[in-house]
């Protein structure tokens, strides 16, 4: 073998290339200024005016003093601090509901008559109505169907009508099914589920000439409430209508919320946050959902003893009813037009009549 000549194969040695440097390069910086972010997280101060840094290299000496063992201690102006925690804002809820209605003359059906052969009956005398109006839970908190529902169920409030044989029927005939559920007026669950009971700041359980309250900022009595609107509308229900959905008119007294919010709920928020949070749950309802209103004051502005409030009520709700006369109806719907936003007012408000019946495309015949 020649002298000069290796014995063993030490292959092509590769030059290190430009892109190669420049990438370690680039790795370097990235690295480097990730460190140098959470290295300077703790002297990041936060301002109304935005952000910046507050380096002790930077400081002024007259504002840096030394604790106990001599170490350089910052020493920060005093300011004092009020959290303060408002009224809800109303106002920008979106409209979401009352597109895609149509003519609902409705006739009222008593929770005590509802069965097959007195349903028939009202069927056949409908007249120029084209709906029947269920009348499913009553003040007693009884009630009417045969309900699934885990409350109902559990607590004994469960009916024994089987409904959908008598809506099926309904439907054929061409006529539209509507029901009513009294929300906040609950004699049985009330005293059968006492942690649900409205209650007063002395801790008694509220009632009036109305029954046993409910207190609307539970979620387990919205939750209820949903429940059963769902299960109705399962078995092909047209239209759903929250009666009593208000606080009760207490002068003088206060109540004891369970509410878990921060701020103390009031009429307004209690009544309002339950009607969104309802409507919210039974959004994929094919049912109409609406709202039956008491209070003239609603009509116009917040009731503040109630907590109604027509302009938010008609953002979330399909319709409101509301007790009124034949001779005012048509006024009253023409009021209401400028606190509309979807649809059209002579499908939205629903005057309820116990003479007669007004000339308007809505109207429900108490029977």
Known sequence: ???NKSEFYRGKRKKTGPALIVSIVVLSLIAFVILLFYGLQKYIVVTNSGLYLDLPILSDKQNVQSDDDGSAMREFEQVNAELIVGEPDYTNVRATAGEGLSELKAVLVPADMINTDSINAYAESLGKGNTLLLDLKTVTGMLVWKSDTEIAKGYGTSGTVDLKPIISSLHEKKI?????????????????YEQLTLRKSTGEAF????GAWLDPTNSIVRDYIISLCKELDGMGVDEIVLNGMRMPEAE???FNYSSSTSA???PQTAISGFAIAVTRGLQTCKANISVQVGSDKAMKSVDETTGQSAKLFFKVF????RTSSTETAGSEQTAVKSMIELGEARYRYVPICY?????TSCWLKMS
Do not use: H, Q
Not at 176 to 192: E, G, I, P, Q
Not at 207 to 210: A, F, G, L, T, Y
């Open 176 to 192: 539209k099914v509507a029901v009513r559920l009294c929300c906040f007026v609950d004699n049985t669950l009330a005293s059968r």
């Open 207 to 210: 009632s009036d000439d109305n």
């Open 1 to 3: 073998m020649s002298g």
């Open 318 to 321: 399909d319709r409101i009813y």
């Open 264 to 266: 103390t709920p009031t």
């Open 355 to 359: 003479e007669g019946t007004p000339d």
């Open 252 to 254: 003088g007294v206060s």
